[in-house]
T-cell receptor, first 113, second 115 residues
Framework: GENVEQHPSTLSVQEGDSAVIKCTYS??????FPWYKQELGKRPQLIID?????GEKKDQRIAVTLNKTAKHFSLHITETQPEDSAVYFC????????????FGAGTRLFVKA | SAVISQKPSRDICQRGTSLTIQCQVD?????MFWYRQQPGQSLTLIAT?????????ESGFVIDKFPISRPNLTFSTLTVSNMSPEDSSIYLC????????????FGQGTRLTVV
């Protein structure tokens, strides 16, 4: 089955700096890659996603890149703010008649003011 | 996006008992999933709840321990059976509306403590 690895497990940056989180996946059949933000005590919320036929996608301060050949995808947050502090999960989804989503281990991001 | 209501939001249960968690979606969805999230950990997929057929379980999870129902396209339940303290965790349901919308939406979670 699919396996998603995520690095780093913890990331601390200064406000205004950029943060990068990297993930790899194992199943070449995965074709949809969402990123979720989870604040303490809350449910995961989708923040951005990318499909397998796209190499890069940007939404304001957040961008994702995908390298299907290498099975790598990354989340980039620019101009970080304290409210970006949370746990971020990458995920890979496989179409099994609907999309089954497998999550990475998570990255705890701290943005220091 | 779909709105998912999950209940109970939390419960404290005695070991050896069972708890049923309910998940209601405000629109018909093709796929529903059940996840477990232990404190500080990632989300681990327990099973896919299939409408009209038996659930599909991931490795390490079995029907006797986590029976699932999916009577229609808007509702599912997960039962945690014969609970032990190791079952203490957050359980989340999620829904995927179908091939037109790939991202999963989550219920607010059920925080289960087994004593």
């Amino acid at each position: 089955g699919e396996n998603v690895e995520q690095h780093p497990s913890t990331l601390s940056v200064q406000e205004g700096d950029s943060a990068v989180i990297k993930c790899t996946y194992s199943d070449s059949a995965s074709n949809y890659f969402p990123w979720y933000k989870q604040e303490l005590g809350k449910r995961p919320q989708l923040i951005i996603d990318i499909r397998s036929n796209v190499g890069e996608k940007k939404d304001q301060r957040i961008a994702v890149t995908l390298n299907k050949t290498a099975k790598h995808f990354s989340l980039h947050i620019t101009e970080t703010q304290p409210e970006d502090s949370a746990v971020y999960f990458c995920a890979a989804s496989i179409n099994t008649g609907g999309f089954k989503t497998i999550f990475g281990a998570g990255t705890r991001l701290f943005v220091k003011a | 996006s779909a709105v998912i209501s999950q209940k109970p939001s939390r419960d404290i249960c005695q070991r050896g008992t069972s708890l049923t968690i309910q998940c209601q979606v405000d629109s018909q969805v093709t796929m529903m999933f059940w996840y477990r999230q232990q404190p500080g950990q990632s989300l681990t997929l327990i099973a896919t709840a299939n409408q009209g057929s038996e659930a599909t379980y991931e490795s390490g999870f079995v029907i006797d321990k986590f029976p699932i129902s999916r009577p229609n396209l808007t509702f599912s339940t997960l039962t945690v059976s014969n609970m032990s303290p190791e079952d203490s965790s957050i359980y989340l349901c999620s829904a995927n509306p179908g091939t037109g919308a790939k991202d999963a939406f989550f219920g607010q979670g059920t925080r289960l403590t087994v004593v």
